[in-house]
């Protein structure tokens, strides 16, 4: 019996990962901040899985916010980190309050997170995180420079933190999508999206069903002997 926490569960990518896992024969802590319908239609579609599903609301981009799930979580085997909200504009008009809310949801709340959930994998000799970072932690963006930035900061935790758990069974990897037709793309119009996917190599946005498949890998026995490594889902946007 394995259960796995999903941060930003009510998103397309978040979804997607929940339904996977699910199948696989997870039980899954679900949390969201204020897309409760999102989470109700989600908990209707993995009721056949007959699984454990427990919602849990909470704002991450409140400093405080993790506390209150990781009160509401018990046992667990896996963390993925899929929690974010995007901030687009030049570095010049952004604002304080909304760049510390950039980094209490991308780098404060999963490192704190995971602090105070380690115990729970560690207890257990074995688990796995898996971070949703992004192409821009990679390669960085115009337009996106804070959150390139915050992207970028998910790496090295996934790469500093993977070393100081490796002898203890948990292993810390990270998934870099490109674009993804998730609602988060919607701010684009067609046009603007037809051209990003002529840019892609493969010549269209990925699936967020992709994503979810790329984290079962990294939770299953199959990347055993992979830790501390970001695996880049882009369609070969930045290789």
């Known amino acids: ?30 949390h969201y901040n204020k897309n409760k319908q999102s989470i109700r239609e989600l908990l209707n ?32 085997d ?16 952004l604002q304080q309050k909304d760049a510390e809310a950039l980094l209490n949801v991308h780098v404060l709340t999963p490192l704190m997170l995971t602090k105070e959930l380690l115990p729970k994998l560690l207890g257990k000799g074995k688990g796995n995180i898996v971070m949703i970072t992004s192409i821009w932690g990679q390669t960085g963006a115009a337009c996106e420079v804070a959150y390139s930035t915050v992207k970028g900061a998910q790496i090295a935790f996934v790469k500093s ?6 002898m203890n069974g948990v292993r810390v990897n990270a ?3 490109g674009a993804i037709a998730t609602p988060m793309m919607e701010g684009f119009t067609e046009e603007e999206k037809e051209q ?10 990925g699936k967020p069903e992709e994503i979810a498949s790329g984290v079962a890998f990294l939770l299953s026995d199959e990347s055993s002997y992979m ?8 369609g070969g946007w930045y290789t």
């Open 45 to 76: 579609k993995l009721k056949p899985f007959g699984g454990e599903y427990i919602p849990i609301q909470a704002n991450l981009a409140d400093p405080n916010g993790y506390q209150k799930v990781y009160s509401e979580v018990f046992s667990l």
């Open 196 to 205: 990003i996917s002529g840019e892609i190599p493969m010549g269209r946005l």
């Open 161 to 166: 933190l993977s070393k100081e758990l490796a």
């Open 227 to 234: 830790t501390g490594q970001v695996l880049a889902i882009n």
């Open 175 to 177: 998934i870099a999508p």
């Open 78 to 93: 896996a963390i993925i980190h899929c929690g974010g909200q995007s901030q687009y504009g030049l570095l010049m008009d």
């Open 1 to 30: 019996m394995k259960y796995a926490l999903i941060t930003g569960a009510s998103g397309g990518i978040g979804q997607a990962i929940a339904c996977n896992l699910a199948e696989k024969g997870y039980h899954l802590y679900l």
